[in-house]
T-cell receptor, first 114, second 113 residues
Framework: NAGVTQTPKFQVLKTGQSMTLQCAQDMNHEYMSWYRQDPGMGLRLIHYSVGAGITDQGEVPNGYNVSRSTTEDFPLRLLSAAPSQTSVYFC?????????????FGPGTRLTVL | GENVEQHPSTLSVQEGDSAVIKCTYS??????FPWYKQELGKRPQLIID?????GEKKDQRIAVTLNKTAKHFSLHITETQPEDSAVYFC????????????FGPGTSLSVIP
């Protein structure tokens, strides 16, 4: 199993550009989520999904869109990038393993918006 | 919605000493409290968790305690080693498959050899 994969690993955008961060998991988990990590602010939830066709907002959803057409994929779209969106983005999927309700994180995407 | 606070933000201990990280949560409906460890440049990984039907859980050198009445929970690391140096995050959620997991801001732990 590859677990949770994310592409790209690094990205530089100019203000106003759009892009999609890709996330895929092969564990057949229903629950997937996107977090951003900024220094001193921990992991803040952007959007999450409890299954194909179902998404909901997290703590900091503004400026981001998501969709969930399949169980495996959960892309995050930045419609018009702003410098405030410079961050490390982690995708995660969640499921039970060994009695634990464990959230598995992808390797992250480091995004810089100039 | 749920809000999780975490203290201290940074912590330095001598190798062999104990480290304690404390978190509070706001939503009394939360019943699942995981702790994650993130080493520099890597992804967060689950190290221990506790559910609201127990007050304490231990796994080798790490333990977690939960006080539901006060809505706070703590991570205890004994006999710290340099490889324990990392950022630690607490989190809270309602344990169904359909509830979001909210994280605290993190504690940067440094273990000095």
């Amino acid at each position: 199993n590859a677990g949770v994969t994310q592409t790209p690993k690094f990205q530089v955008l100019k203000t106003g550009q759009s892009m999609t961060l890709q996330c895929a998991q092969d564990m057949n988990h229903e629950y997937m989520s996107w977090y951003r990590q900024d220094p001193g602010m921990g992991l803040r939830l952007i959007h999450y999904s409890v299954g194909a066709g179902i998404t909901d907002q997290g703590e900091v959803p503004n400026g981001y869109n998501v969709s969930r057409s399949t169980t495996e994929d959960f892309p995050l779209r930045l419609l018009s990038a702003a410098p405030s969106q410079t961050s490390v983005y982690f995708c995660a999927s969640r499921g039970f393993r060994g009695g634990r309700n464990e959230q598995f994180f992808g390797p992250g995407t480091r995004l810089t918006v100039l | 919605g749920e809000n999780v606070e975490q203290h201290p933000s940074t912590l330095s201990v001598q190798e062999g000493d104990s480290a304690v990280i404390k978190c509070t949560y706001s939503d009394s409906a939360s019943n699942y409290f995981p702790w994650y460890k993130q080493e520099l440049g890597k992804r967060p990984q689950l190290i221990i968790d506790i559910r609201s039907n127990v007050g304490e859980k231990k796994d080798q050198r790490i333990a977690v305690t939960l006080n539901k009445t006060a809505k706070h929970f703590s991570l205890h690391i004994t006999e710290t080693q340099p490889e324990d140096s990392a950022v630690y995050f607490c989190a809270a959620s309602i344990e169904t498959s359909y509830d979001k997991v909210i994280f605290g801001p993190g504690t940067s732990l440094s273990v000095i050899p």
